[in-house]
């Protein structure tokens, strides 16, 4: 896009063609061209979705692929194979034709990849000169050799720990409508490790992973024609054994280098730090600045901070839980506005990207973070996020978890003191049922309608007193206090005690997994009988077998990291089924997938699934294995590394799935805010590819509206790669604070090595 920006710059208008972006091997008898043409120039701040601008110079797809056009020497190409796909996109629509929209003018811009099948391979150490058609693109001349960096070999972007178990690099490629690259003649043949120098330092064996008939899902229809979200053949380069600090290549002669990459003991430190900013990033009710951000924005939605907003945040004792959905359905305005009480001055929830509404699962981001701290202690320090709070005496990530229990206790605290509430409370705030949000507005200029907080319920209550009991008991491992001196076991207790007092029969169904998180934070804070009690009545029908899911995980995952004194036939079921489900979502997923990243196998494509590493069970499994079974520990902490690999960079786009983070990553996401502000900070991370559930789009806000953009057709694309980067479809691009990026920093800073 820098290119395309110093292009429009000097002439002033669209470019004449496509650009190069670069060309490399793929095979040895395989160069791959990549072509841009053009980008958007999107609205921002005070404009309207119709502002953006497009400036596209569309390839001529019958000159790209018509191989008599391409010179080899004397020669001209055996054959041109192409994939193509949308990858910036407009907001807007003109008219509707038949069953969708269309539109008359441009409204997308896209990338093309040529495969330029040679009439001889290309020898190690020498190189070829391919003449493009004229007019192709802005280069008639590429030049490719086995130096370059090449497509086909996938690694972790920023990089491995030195002790890590397991430590591979990968050789594969889908070439579109040529299909998976054969790379079987390179079984058996070596890779090798270049140093920064261009020395060859370790030499390995190209080694067959899987074929791309092996299923890596339940869903086999979502990435066709087998389940395989690589649709490629997969070889693998293992170097696991070596372990010497530096930054290196990985080589595969014939076909071309991998990007760099680093092995030290912090290498995945840049991707904790840069998702739990993204958290910051996210916090409602406070002003973003200098030296905290270069980001800067005014604080939103906080009565007592921005302007217009004073008296617009309203609490209502129409509960959530009564609601037809959480969200905002027409027919719960009329109880929403009958029971309104009166203003509040509470703030400072996290924002959700698109609606900057607050949920009762955000408070899942507190519990996660906590969990990393238990499990890696030694890996957070204070200062190492630049936030705030930083040098308060806390580590930074345990500041990051009381952001939002802080707000459950000013809203708590400010519902009894204006009598509005009993001791509990509810963490949906939201402002869809009085208004929408306006182009180009941004969240601090959204103070044109009513916000309400929900009435009070158990289910929330719970989630905040388990919240305020596990801030409680890290805090007490560690010999800290709150430096706000929020006596986080008051709130808990009491909290809790009105959670049971209010839950009526019809909540039983939805508070059962919070209740359990709370009582096992309180018994390992207090060691209360009464609360283990809860958990034996609650887990009843939890086994040794079990594999558990969702929400289940917390209290589980808790009681089997902190009751010291817990029951040994409960300890013991709960230990099991914390183990049995590692074992499935860690062990075994990654066994069957061809890039070794571990999560639940029957999880479907989307939210996050092909983005967002989410095996906290596997985390919480290598710590309790840690001593007992160090075999088994280390497998773990093998499936949490090879799985983090997938998420930054092994897998088919060469990507960090975030924001500003390694050479290739994402971006453009949806987030209005940032789209106002015109920059993104880096360590968001979107939902990412969505499989297909309909042929085409009603418009740049689906996610199918660039499936007509694909080819070939959509169905023959893989999984991993039906990333088309439209910033515009929130079903894609955007994110939660709980589904993302909260996994992600804890799942990151597990990894992050020693702060120390």
Known sequence: MLAFSLLLLSQGSAPLTPQLVDACLIAPSIAMVHLNEGYVKHHSLGQKHTDDQVFTAPMNVGQATNASNFRVGSQTALRIGRKSKGTDFAWFTDRWVGDRFENDRPDHVKEHWLYVVLPSAVSTGSSTSISLPKGLCDKQIVKVDDSMRSEAIHVNLLGYVPDAPAKYGYLYHWAGDMGSVDYAPFSGKPFRLIDSQGKSVFEGKVAFRKKRSEPETAHVQESKPFGNYLNADVYDCDFSSFKTPGSYRLKVDGTGTSFPFKIKADALREAYVATTRSLYHNRSGIELKKPFTESVRPAPHNPLLTPGFKGKLVYTTSRMLDWKTSDSTPEDKAAMEAGIKGPLDAWGWYQDAGDWDSYPTHLRVATELLMAFQIAPENFRDGDLNIPESGNGIPDILDEAMWLPRFGYRLRSELLAKKYGTGGLSLRVCGDQFGADGEGTPSWKDVNRTWI????????????????????????????????????????????????????????????????????????????????????????????????????????????????????????????????????????????????????????????????????????????????????????????????????????????????????????????????????????????????????????????????????????????????????????????????????????????????
């Open 453 to 756: 907080v929900a009435g009070e319920d158990p289910m929330s209550t719970f989630r905040y007193a388990g919240a305020a009991a596990h801030v409680a008991l890290v805090l007490k491992s560690q010999g800290l206090n709150d430096p706000e001196k929020v006596d986080w076991k008051k709130e808990a207790v009491e909290s809790y005690r009105w959670a049971l007092a209010h839950t009526l029969a019809k909540d039983e169904v939805v508070v059962k997994d919070y209740r359990t998180y709370a009582a096992a934070a309180l018994f390992a804070l207090t060691e209360d009988v009464a609360y283990e009690t809860q958990l034996k009545k609650d887990w009843a029908d939890i086994q040794e077998w079990t594999i558990y899911w969702g929400d289940q995980q917390y209290g589980l995952g808790l009681y089997a990291l902190s009751a010291a004194k817990a029951d040994p036939a409960l300890m013991k079921r709960v230990r099991g089924a914390v183990l049995a489900t590692a074992n499935s979502h860690g062990l075994e997923s990654a066994s069957k997938r061809a890039l070794r990243w571990g999560g639940d196998f029957n999880m479907p494509m989307l939210i996050g699934q092909q983005t967002t590493p989410l095996i906290p069970e596997v985390a919480v499994a290598m710590k309790l294995t840690e001593k007992s079974d160090p075999e088994k520990s280390r497998a773990y902490r093998s499936v949490l590394f090879t799985t983090a690999d997938y998420f930054l960079g092994t897998n088919a786009l060469n990507m960090v799935w975030m924001t500003g983070v390694g050479p290739r990553n994402v971006t453009q996401f949806f987030h209005l805010d940032f789209w106002c502000l015109g920059k993104f900070p880096p360590g968001f991370i979107p939902y990412g590819p969505w499989r297909k559930e309909k042929p085409y789009g009603n418009g740049p806000w689906d996610s199918h509206w660039a499936n007509k953009t694909a080819y070939p057709d959509i169905d023959q694309w893989p999984g991993n790669e039906m990333w088309f980067s439209n910033r515009n479809s929130p079903m894609s691009s955007e994110f939660t604070v709980h589904q993302n990026t909260g996994p992600a920093a804890a799942f990151y800073g597990i990894l992050a090595g020693s702060a120390k």
